[in-house]
């Protein structure tokens, strides 16, 4: 192995400290200090890939890393937004925000705001302040933790907003980046970000987004989930999700259905047969059925601590991902081949794809070599070290001081 190739580690932010630092920014920058921190989740998906919009099931865990927000209500209706992380601020009213208006990471919190005053909620003005410790374009979906992160501050600061319940408050979060940001998205994300549990995956119906808690099975055997973030270039805002999406949507019309999540995996050959001669609509309605099986499966052997028929789960959902549904690339390729290669018991690309991050079934002390393994393979391909961090169930989005 070549020396000195080896991973970026992404340690888990401390959520006093951090908090505690950026209260202090947000003193400085808007001249006074925050009502609170708040807080909410990236988020990991076991396996359940554009499943979502599909009505099917999908299998998320909420990430200890987070996105963080400082809050503070005003006595107008002008909202200003920054961040620690982006040059770009913004300062407007409530009314300037409206469908893809503004554009830019803005949309995202300024989104959740139109969202509940669309919804007849009267908001007052308000400054926030972000500090994004969810990688950014690693399919970990910062862009949901961010919009939950401003949900709850707002949850906690307005009480017609506290009324809502966790899968309202997520459904205008859904509104927010569908609408305002104008990203396809299901509803997978908002979901976990808000309705988590620690130390355990949800079980999401994506027909009524009805939750069910799955103990992480496989944590007292000490296997880990390996999240590598390939670095590879991730937005779903340039048409290829939006496009698979529409896909799935054509062939549901096609076969008389509301949704592609309504097809039962007896009756795949069936509805395969009537989607001929369209290769494409064959292929995205095998991945969207067979997947939601495999979400299924995976929920029946992390409850039972079946760590083999997991791992082999998730790599057959990375190669349903990279050949029917085409959202893989070379990089999420590369990372699942090596993790594999090097011991993983199973390894699959995870979020919408076109880029983002990869995670591997692993022995938590195994997590090293695995990751070097892949570093090793990047190298050879001239690309940079991954990012990797180790992923633990955590909790969903709450007040941190």
């Known amino acids: ?74 006595e107008d209706d002008t909202v200003r937004v920054a961040s620690l992380q982006q040059e770009e601020s913004w300062e407007g009213t409530l009314a300037d925000v409206g469908p893809q208006q503004p554009r830019g990471w803005q949309a995202y919190p300024l989104g959740v705001l139109w969202a509940l005053r669309h919804r007849g909620i ?67 994300d908002q979901t976990i970000a808000l309705r988590g549990a620690a130390g355990h995956a949800m079980l999401l119906d994506c027909r009524d987004f009805g939750v069910q808690q799955v103990p992480w099975g496989v944590g007292g055997q000490g296997w880990v989930l390996l999240v590598i973030d390939t670095r590879a270039p991730h937005a779903l805002v340039d048409g290829q999700y939006a496009a698979r999406r529409a896909s799935c949507e054509q062939a549901a019309k096609v076969l008389g259905l509301g949704s592609l999540g309504e097809i039962d995996i007896a009756e795949l050959d069936d509805a395969l047969g009537r ?87 692993v022995r938590h002390e195994d997590a090293d070599t695995v990751a070097t393994a892949v570093a090793q393979a990047f190298s050879e391909q001239g690309w940079e070290p991954p990012h990797v961090l180790e992923a633990s169930p955590s909790g969903p989005a709450t007040r941190i001081c």
């Open 275 to 361: 989607l001929e001669p369209d290769d494409v609509l064959v292929r995205r309605t095998r991945h969207v059925v067979t997947e939601i099986e495999r979400v299924r499966q995976a929920a029946a052997a992390l409850r039972a601590g079946d760590v083999e028929l997991l791992g082999r789960l998730m790599t057959a959902s990375h190669a349903s991902l990279r050949d029917d549904y085409e959202v893989s690339c070379a990089e999420l390729d590369t990372a699942v081949e090596a993790a594999t290669s090097a011991g993983a018991a199973g390894a699959r690309m995870t979020g919408g794809g076109f880029g983002g991050s990869a995670i591997a079934l």
């Open 122 to 188: 009267e908001l007052p003005g308000f400054d926030v302040l972000v500090d994004g410790r969810v990688p950014l374009g690693s399919g970990l979906s910062s862009s949901a933790a961010l919009e939950c992160a401003v949900a709850v501050a707002v949850a906690d600061l307005v009480p017609a907003v506290a009324a809502l319940s966790r899968s309202a408050l997520a459904q205008a979060c859904v509104d927010a980046e569908n609408i305002v940001a104008g990203a396809s998205t299901g509803g997978l």
């Open 1 to 74: 192995m070549t020396a000195g190739v080896a991973p970026v580690w992404l340690p888990v932010p401390d959520d006093h400290d951090v908090a505690t630092g950026l209260a202090a920014a947000f003193a400085e920058r808007f001249g006074g200090p925050a009502e609170g921190v708040w807080a909410a989740p990236g988020r990991v998906n076991v396996i359940g890939e554009h499943t979502d919009y599909n009505q099917g099931l999908c299998l998320p865990m909420a990430l200890e890393h987070r996105t963080y927000a400082a809050v503070r209500r005003r």
